[in-house]
Nanobody, 115 residues
């Protein structure tokens, strides 16, 4: 069983920055494809950014150029650097991991961007 624990959420003004972190308990973290998803009130959960075990990245169109996903396999961490935040980025952000067709989710961290 893999546990994912997010941190770094909070309240920020429009145009500000936040860095989310996700700590993983996986014994062999490097093989996992990791990612960040978010869910705003009344909306479905959506993909924000992913980073594969090979460090290939993918971003939602809405965050391209503003958000950067990265990983540190030695520390078993995944990060999401969020810049130029907008009110529409307000959501609960979830860390996601997958390996051998098994998905793992964190408990989520709230990000609120005030206008």
């Amino acid at each position: 069983q893999v546990q994912l624990v997010e941190s770094g959420g909070g309240l920020v003004q429009t145009g500000g920055s936040l860095r989310l972190s996700c700590a993983a308990s996986a014994s062999i973290f490097s093989v996992y494809d990791m990612g960040w998803y978010r869910q705003a009130p009344g909306k479905q959960r959506e993909l924000v950014a992913t980073i594969t075990s090979g460090r290939s990245t993918n971003y939602a169109d809405s965050v391209k150029g503003r958000f950067t996903v990265s990983r540190d396999n030695a520390k078993k961490m995944v990060y999401l650097q969020m810049n130029s935040l907008k009110p529409e980025d307000t959501a609960v952000y979830y860390c996601h991991g997958s390996w051998r067709r098994t998905d793992y989710w964190g408990q989520g961290t709230q990000v609120t961007v005030s206008s």
